[in-house]
T-cell receptor, first 113, second 112 residues
Framework: GEDVEQSLFLSVREGDSSVINCTYTDSSSTYLYWYKQEPGAGLQLLTYIFSNMDMKQDQRLTVLLNKKDKHLSLRIADTQTGDSAIYFCAEIPSGAGSYQLTFGKGTKLSVIP | NAGVTQTPKFRVLKTGQSMTLLCAQDMNHEYMYWYRQDPGMGLRLIHYSVGEGTTAKGEVPDGYNVSRLKKQNFLLGLESAAPSQTSVYFC???????????FGPGTRLTVT
């Protein structure tokens, strides 16, 4: 089946930029998503990018998409302690008639004050 | 507007017991999903529904059953719980297609 890969951990200092990387395998994926999970909570959609875009910016968040390498990244500028969470990359593989999301295992971001 | 709610929040079962997890959404969403989250495994889809009265299998359906008798509710049943079903269960709903999925707060289930 399709697989979405992420590194499991990332640690940054408060005020620095964080970059969370993801690789996916389905080149036909139309949308790619970033979800955030805070401790003890469900997932919340952070942002998404359509596959015909290379970049999307939303305040402190920048999403870069390299379709050739099937690589997706999420950059958080001026990282704050409130950004500490698990970040999941997700795709909707082609042929997923119900638009089922396939998630990566998640990257735990720790922000050091 | 409560969004997606799940009951119960926590449960401990003995092996072989049965239980039902309830998911409710008040956003009039057609699509509903049940996921399980295990350490180091991310989220995996158990079952899903594309509308009232419909259900379908996801990636890891064995040992679970579901029902969608009403549009706003999606029930996940464990007929005979096993320790391998110890997990955090998340329900999600969405309007359709590639729209955002809205997640509930989760149910932490332990099977001893």
């Amino acid at each position: 089946g399709e697989d979405v890969e992420q590194s499991l951990f990332l640690s940054v200092r408060e005020g620095d930029s964080s970059v969370i990387n993801c690789t996916y395998t389905d080149s036909s994926s139309t949308y790619l998503y970033w979800y955030k999970q805070e401790p003890g909570a469900g997932l919340q959609l952070l942002t998404y990018i359509f596959s015909n875009m290379d970049m999307k910016q939303d305040q402190r968040l920048t999403v870069l998409l390299n379709k050739k390498d099937k690589h997706l990244s999420l950059r958080i500028a001026d990282t704050q302690t409130g950004d500490s969470a698990i970040y999941f990359c997700a795709e909707i593989p082609s042929g997923a008639g119900s638009y089922q999301l396939t998630f990566g295992k998640g990257t735990k971001l720790s922000v050091i004050p | 507007n409560a969004g997606v709610t799940q009951t119960p929040k926590f449960r401990v079962l003995k092996t072989g017991q049965s239980m039902t997890l309830l998911c409710a959404q008040d956003m009039n969403h057609e699509y509903m999903y049940w996921y399980r989250q295990d350490p180091g495994m991310g989220l995996r889809l158990i079952h899903y529904s594309v509308g009232e009265g419909t259900t379908a299998k996801g990636e890891v359906p064995d040992g679970y059953n579901v029902s969608r008798l009403k549009k706003q509710n999606f029930l996940l049943g464990l007929e005979s719980a096993a320790p391998s079903q110890t997990s955090v269960y998340f329900c999600a709903s969405g309007l359709a297609g590639v729209d955002e999925q809205y997640f509930g707060p989760g149910t932490r289930l332990t099977v001893t």
